[in-house]
């Protein structure tokens, strides 16, 4: 009688239901990366894999909406660095979707005036048919790969129509507490209510490993005593930690632009078989997507509207932007489609997907705001298989693969700019004094909850 019962618990435990996928990730890494649409760096991935909504060069924009016979410019595949950046200021965008400066009411949008944006920055048309081009797939051998071997998202949007901040603040926040471009008095003030980060969720939490822009410390949540110990400069630590099975539950990885490392080092993570790694673009610098940027049914976050002269209400989302997902658990060249309606009938991916998808995966209590619950996430394409792959590529095999020399001479150049722009001396200085005054009130005894620098 006993040696039949214990035959039959053996039987239970060898057997284990395959309906259910308990949800493998213990280590989520968000690198997001900055203005680049989808078509411009992935377009042209429809060649090596037809499933991809991309481009075939067919796709068309003129110098003039409104004249039929302007100049015609064709998707190119001869994309290169652009300096100056193209526009990407909420005003440039409507002109870039709709074709047109003060009518908005194209739905679907026409996705037709990027062409004529550019050549009112640049009346020698050279910036018109930069903004229609793509990367040939071999410039970009890094994504080419990853693509081929974990998951692409082909229908993932910008959260608002304008420039890099108030998105980036999407991917954290699932809102931008009402701001359409980089109002750093507003992060400086936001209270957690107002900016509620999905980090400050996390209970081992947070953890945000950034270059010399310490760009975390412009939140005000973020300035509380007791995460003074959790940013880290990402050349000294990332490594370091993620070689130990240290990094924490929930990691944002900022400006590393085309970073190979970042995917080599959690490569090589004793905790790799637990690791989800998102790459995305904050937003589409301007450049040409031809997937018309939903317009409808996207619900505004908190009701806020901005005011005259355009009485924007972020009730409708940016232009398509690259995301990638990486992990053991994704099945080989998956490609992501949406929309799937649900949870709703309108529901997209966009960036509130990360912190609503977050939420899943670590089953936190709530979402964070109202367009966080109204994002698809993701969390199904970590929980198909029933073991990790092992067949992931290794650090040497996408080194070697590695061709791209004008991306790869990209961070310098940026870092320097934003450090003239943002005022070098006063970032350093800002960072220093942060510190410093963070070790002496924890010294001091004073609460964590405190905020440093207030
Ligand atoms: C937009 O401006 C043009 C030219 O000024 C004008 O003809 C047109 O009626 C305006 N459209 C709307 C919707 O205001
Ligand atoms: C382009 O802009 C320059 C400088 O503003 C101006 O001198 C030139 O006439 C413009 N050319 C055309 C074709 O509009
Ligand atoms: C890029 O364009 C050139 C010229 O049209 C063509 O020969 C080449 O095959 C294209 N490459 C890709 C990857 O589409
Ligand atoms: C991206 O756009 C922002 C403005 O939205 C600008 O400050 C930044 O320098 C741009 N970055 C790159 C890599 O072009
Ligand atoms: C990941 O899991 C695979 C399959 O179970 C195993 O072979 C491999 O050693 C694991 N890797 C790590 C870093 O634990």
């Given at each position: 009688?006993a040696?039949?019962?214990?035959?039959?618990i053996?039987?239970?435990?060898?057997?284990?239901?395959?309906?259910?996928?308990?949800n493998p990730?213990?280590?989520i890494?968000?690198?997001?990366?900055?203005?680049?649409?989808?078509?411009?760096?992935?377009?042209?991935?429809?060649?090596?894999?037809p499933e991809?909504?991309?481009?075939?060069?067919?796709?068309?924009?003129?110098?003039?909406?409104?004249?039929?016979?302007?100049?015609r410019?064709?998707?190119?595949n001869q994309s290169?660095?652009?300096d100056p950046?193209?526009?990407?200021?909420?005003?440039?965008?409507r002109?870039?979707?709709?074709?047109?400066?003060?009518?908005?009411?194209?739905?679907p949008?026409?996705m037709?005036g990027?062409?004529q944006?550019?050549?009112?920055?640049?009346?020698?048309?050279?910036?018109s048919?930069?903004?229609?081009?793509?990367?040939?797939?071999?410039?970009?051998?890094?994504?080419?790969?990853?693509?081929?071997?974990?998951?692409?998202?082909?229908?993932?949007?910008a959260?608002?129509p304008?420039?890099?901040?108030?998105n980036r603040?999407?991917?954290?926040?699932?809102?931008s507490?009402?701001?359409?471009?980089?109002?750093?008095?507003?992060?400086?003030?936001?209270?957690h209510?107002?900016?509620h980060?999905?980090?400050?969720?996390?209970?081992?939490?947070?953890?945000?490993?950034?270059?010399?822009?310490?760009r975390?410390?412009?939140?005000?949540?973020?300035?509380?005593?007791k995460y003074?110990?959790?940013?880290?400069?990402?050349?000294?630590?990332?490594?370091?930690?993620?070689?130990?099975?240290?990094?924490?539950?929930?990691?944002?990885?900022?400006?590393?632009?085309?970073d190979?490392?970042?995917?080599?080092?959690?490569?090589?993570?004793?905790?790799?078989?637990?690791?989800?790694?998102?790459?995305?673009?904050?937003?589409?610098g301007?450049?040409f997507?031809?997937?018309?940027?939903p317009?409808?049914?996207?619900p505004?976050t908190?009701?806020?509207?901005?005011?005259?002269?355009?009485?924007f209400?972020?009730?409708?989302?940016?232009?398509?932007?690259?995301?990638i997902?990486v992990?053991?658990?994704?099945?080989?060249?998956?490609?992501?489609?949406?929309?799937?309606?649900?949870p709703?009938?309108?529901?997209?991916?966009?960036?509130?997907?990360?912190?609503?998808?977050?939420?899943?995966?670590?089953?936190?209590?709530?979402?964070?705001?109202?367009?966080?619950?109204?994002?698809?996430t993701?969390?199904?394409?970590?929980?198909?298989k029933?073991?990790p792959?092992?067949?992931?590529?290794?650090l040497?095999?996408?080194?070697?693969?590695?061709?791209?020399?004008?991306?790869?001479?990209?961070?310098?150049?940026?870092?320097?700019e934003m450090n003239?722009?943002?005022?070098?001396?006063?970032?350093?200085?800002?960072?220093?004094?942060?510190?410093?005054?963070?070790?002496?009130?924890?010294?001091?005894?004073?609460?964590?909850e405190h905020i440093?620098?207030?």
């Amino acid at each position: 009688m006993a040696s039949s019962i214990t035959i039959f618990i053996l039987m239970i435990l060898n057997n284990p239901p395959t309906t259910v996928h308990a949800n493998p990730i213990k280590n989520i890494v968000v690198l997001i990366m900055e203005n680049r649409s989808f078509d411009h760096m992935l377009g042209w991935m429809k060649r090596i894999n037809p499933e991809i909504n991309g481009v075939d060069g067919s796709e068309v924009n003129q110098l003039s909406v409104t004249d039929t016979n302007s100049k015609r410019f064709y998707f190119n595949n001869q994309s290169h660095y652009l300096d100056p950046d193209p526009g990407h200021s909420f005003q440039a965008i409507r002109e870039q979707i709709f074709g047109s400066d003060n009518d908005t009411s194209g739905n679907p949008p026409s996705m037709n005036g990027f062409a004529q944006q550019a050549y009112d920055m640049d009346n020698t048309t050279s910036m018109s048919q930069s903004v229609i081009n793509g990367f040939d797939p071999d410039m970009v051998v890094f994504y080419k790969t990853l693509i081929s071997e974990f998951a692409v998202f082909d229908r993932w949007f910008a959260s608002v129509p304008s420039s890099t901040q108030p998105n980036r603040l999407y991917v954290h926040s699932a809102t931008s507490n009402g701001a359409t471009n980089y109002i750093p008095a507003l992060l400086i003030r936001a209270t957690h209510k107002e900016l509620h980060l999905i980090i400050s969720m996390m209970p081992e939490y947070p953890s945000e490993y950034t270059t010399r822009i310490f760009r975390p410390l412009f939140y005000r949540n973020l300035r509380k005593l007791k995460y003074i110990t959790k940013f880290h400069e990402y050349d000294l630590s990332f490594k370091q930690h993620s070689n130990e099975g240290k990094l924490p539950g929930y990691v944002v990885v900022e400006q590393r632009y085309m970073d190979t490392k970042v995917y080599e080092t959690l490569r090589a993570s004793p905790r790799w078989n637990e690791t989800l790694f998102v790459i995305t673009y904050d937003e589409h610098g301007g450049f040409f997507d031809h997937v018309p940027t939903p317009v409808s049914g996207v619900p505004s976050t908190n009701g806020i509207v901005r005011p005259d002269p355009f009485l924007f209400k972020f009730d409708r989302l940016g232009v398509r932007v690259p995301t990638i997902a990486v992990s053991p658990w994704i099945e080989k060249g998956t490609v992501v489609h949406g929309p799937n309606e649900s949870p709703f009938p309108t529901s997209e991916y966009e960036h509130s997907s990360i912190p609503a998808t977050v939420k899943k995966l670590y089953d936190l209590s709530s979402f964070l705001t109202k367009r966080g619950e109204w994002a698809v996430t993701f969390e199904g394409i970590v929980e198909k298989k029933t073991q990790p792959r092992t067949d992931c590529p290794e650090l040497m095999q996408l080194a070697a693969v590695l061709k791209d020399h004008i991306l790869t001479s990209f961070p310098d150049k940026i870092r320097n700019e934003m450090n003239v722009k943002q005022g070098k001396e006063y970032m350093e200085d800002a960072v220093r004094r942060f510190f410093e005054a963070g070790q002496y009130a924890k010294k001091m005894g004073v609460s964590e909850e405190h905020i440093i620098l207030n």
